[in-house]
């Protein structure tokens, strides 16, 4: 009976207060009443959990980029933090929503993120590609493109394909990462392989086999893996033009398919173009437009081609003239600094998470040094 | 026995030379018979000279004070020359103002000197040297009275230079040297002869004022430098008229600049579409916007262009729309 009569005059008060106050329009300064997005689906994102931070799920984590895809320092502050943060952004909720809006029986579209060094291109690929997972794409995800131009682990002349270079170790690796990806999707019977594939005498790929065949096999036998991922590619492009799949095409550092300066060498010593490469093969089929019933969601990266200085870091200026042309027509999707909503919002993240002692003033400052971007902030809090 | 004459010998030069350090000069002993004379090391007596008074110039005062007020100022400064304080009448000050103090004034200002001056070029002087001059001229035609008619009928502009000197050679080198000034669009030409035209005269060619100016200075005349320019010009449009061979096979890498309509990119709007390029929707907007992307250097203003007209293209939902 106390507790009632005294909620009642609270109430009143509170209601006098509101309609006897003398401050007319007082706007609070924009502040987010939560930093944190409890929806951890990204199909349910929606432009209001703006500079919110969502939680991956471990599994989903384990599952998705257990073979690369987040940047190494992100994965490090992850550890510390002890779980996997990434904050909703515009560019990954352009993408999202017009992924959600696609006229699917139509050529794929074609998405480039691009944007200065840090500022989160990557992790919007993550986010992009978190959503392809939640919504049933067949997901064909290339962590770095530079892991295969610049730093590859092994190379050899092509043994199906004349004048190619085959990097069977990274290859094989990726297929890895590819069964892993769609582990759940792969079980399906209706993903079978729709021509015949004669390795050598005495092994060979039947018409009909499931895809995890091919899989398999580029796994078990390195040498075969770079022409494995091409088949694959072309078999995933016609299974999803018969609609038994529908297929999220990501690719981090697509760039670096048409720079000229590789790190591949030929026996002797010559520098491999790398469209002589037969993983860039696939991958140029793959981001073609002639097929349907998918989506195409690429990063272009000075980092990934590792020139001596970044002239330019807009997409016709790294995909260059053939790159471009291969694209074309493709939406450019720019992935800029953090607003000064989201930078306070990755504040209040990182006081909540004891990564920063606070002093009064914080913000501004470091909103200036760090010049509002990610991953230079990143860097800054490290010490503080 | 050797060493004592080796030491007599040595004691014996050093007493030559004692003495002949002492002794007296001859003429010196004549003059000093009778007078002992103190030492005079420096010599100041004896030829004395007398110290001549410095004449002193007169200092006229400057020929600006006498000048009279009404002078004909054209006979005073006829010709181009360097200033002089004491001829220009004016308290004409110039140079380096150093703290607190005044402008350096006019007498030894080398500030003044350097510079050219025009007191030669005076109003009534160009007046009176036009007067002198107009007997030798012709009236000007009636009919061109203005600058857009002489243009049209004159398209050719030649320029030379005369040069007049007070030395025993009446040539001047650079007298030989012509200017042929031609208005681009004066020149009968298509499409194809403008662009071969602009590439054969390269750097001559200034966009803004559309003028094409060709110099020859390779013959020793001025006749001659201006009949090879005659035949440069003549030479330059026929050239551009001709189309060779080898031209029809100018492909995209050479264009001078993206024609979408030429472009990879349109061949596969219509692969991808599977109709004419013209019949697409939105088309006009995306090859405008592609057209000024490739042409107009990429930058953010461009590619945001380019993505909101992939956008129509594709019927993809606009950014704005997210919120919805």
């Not at chain 1, 509101?18 to 199909?43: G, I, M, Q, W």
């Not at chain 1, 990557?122 to 919504?135: D, P, T």
Request: overall charge positive; charged content about 25%; some cysteine.
């Amino acid at each position: 009976m106390l507790k009632s009569v005294s909620s009642i005059h609270t109430g009143i008060c509170s209601k006098l207060i509101r309609t006897l106050s003398t401050a007319l329009n007082v706007h609070p300064p924009e502040k987010l009443d939560n930093f944190r997005c409890y929806e951890s689906n990204p199909v349910n994102h929606t432009i209001h959990n703006v500079a919110q931070f969502y939680s991956l799920p471990p599994e989903d984590k384990a599952l998705l980029f257990r073979h690369g895809g987040l940047p190494k320092t992100f994965e490090t502050q992850c550890k510390t933090f002890n779980e996997t943060c990434i904050m909703i952004r515009k560019p990954a909720l352009d993408v999202i929503n017009s992924l959600k809006n696609i006229d699917y029986s139509k050529p794929p579209c074609k998405f480039v993120l691009y944007g200065v060094k840090g500022s989160g291109r990557s992790l919007s690929l993550a986010h992009i590609l978190h959503f392809g997972y939640k919504s049933g794409y067949l997901l064909v995800h290339v962590p770095w493109v530079g892991d295969w131009m610049r730093r590859c682990k092994e190379s050899s002349t092509s043994v199906m394909e004349k004048d190619y270079i085959d990097l069977n170790i990274d290859a094989a690796m990726w297929l890895t990462h590819f069964k892993k990806q769609n582990e759940h999707l792969l079980v399906n019977k209706e993903l079978k392989l729709c021509q015949e594939y004669v390795w050598n005498k005495r092994e060979s790929t039947n018409k009909g086999a499931p895809l995890t065949e091919l899989i398999d096999f580029g796994i078990n036998r390195i040498k075969y893996a770079s022409y494995c991922v091409v088949v694959l590619a072309e078999e995933i492009k016609q299974l999803s033009k018969a609609g038994v799949c529908k297929t999220l095409v990501a690719i981090d550092g697509y760039n670096a398919f048409f720079y000229p300066q590789t790190r591949i060498f030929k026996e002797k010593k010559e520098v491999v173009h790398p469209s002589k490469v037969t993983l860039t093969k696939a991958f140029l089929n793959l981001s073609y437009f002639n097929w349907n019933n998918a989506a195409i969601v690429l990063t272009v990266d000075e980092i990934a081609i590792g020139q001596d200085d970044y002239p330019s870091n807009l997409p016709r200026y790294l995909l260059d003239k053939e790159g471009f042309e291969h694209l074309d027509p493709f939406v450019p999707i720019p992935v800029e600094n953090y607003s000064s909503k989201e930078f306070l919002s990755c504040m209040e993240y990182y006081k909540e998470r004891k990564w920063i002692q606070y002093y009064p003033g914080m913000e501004e400052e470091l909103a200036f040094i760090s010049n509002s971007n990610p991953y230079k902030l990143l860097e800054l809090s490290a010490s503080l | 026995m050797f060493q004592v004459t080796r030491n007599i010998n040595k004691c014996l030069s050093t007493t030559t030379l004692k003495y002949s350090s002492t002794m007296p000069r001859a003429s010196e002993i004549d003059t000093e018979k009778d007078d002992f004379k103190p030492l005079n090391l420096r010599q100041v007596k004896g030829h004395q000279f007398v110290k001549r008074p410095m004449r002193k110039m007169e200092v006229l005062t400057p020929r600006t004070e006498q000048m009279p007020v009404d002078q004909d100022w054209g006979s005073v400064w006829p010709g181009p020359r360097s200033f002089q304080p004491n001829t220009v009448p004016l308290p004409v000050r110039q140079g380096y103002v150093k703290k607190g103090a005044a402008v350096p004034h006019k007498y030894g200002n080398a500030e003044l000197m350097k510079i050219p001056n025009f007191l030669h070029l005076t109003p009534p002087v160009i007046k009176r040297q036009c007067e002198a001059l107009k007997k030798f001229c012709t009236p000007w035609p009636k009919a061109l009275d203005t600058d857009e008619k002489c243009q049209e009928h004159f398209p050719i502009e030649v320029a030379t230079s005369s040069y007049c000197h007070s030395s025993p050679s009446i040539r001047d080198p650079l007298s030989r040297i012509v200017t042929v000034n031609i208005k681009l669009s004066s020149l009968k030409l298509d499409k194809h002869a403008k662009d071969k035209f602009l590439r054969l005269v390269g750097e001559r060619y200034d966009e803004n004022t559309d003028i094409v100016t060709i110099t020859t200075d390779r013959c020793p005349t001025r006749k001659q430098n201006y009949d090879y320019a005659m035949y440069l010009v003549t030479a330059l449009y026929h050239e551009s008229w001709i189309v060779e061979e080898w031209e029809k096979l100018k492909s995209e890498a050479d264009m001078e600049y993206y024609d979408w309509n030429k472009s990879k990119s349109k061949t596969s709007i219509e692969e991808m579409f599977g109709k004419k390029s013209n019949e697409v929707p939105h088309i006009e907007q995306y090859s405008n916007a592609l057209n000024n992307l490739m042409n107009d250097g990429e930058n953010e203003y461009n590619i945001a262009k380019y993505g909101d007209a992939v956008r129509k293209l594709l019927q993809l939902p606009q950014l704005s729309e997210i919120s919805k």
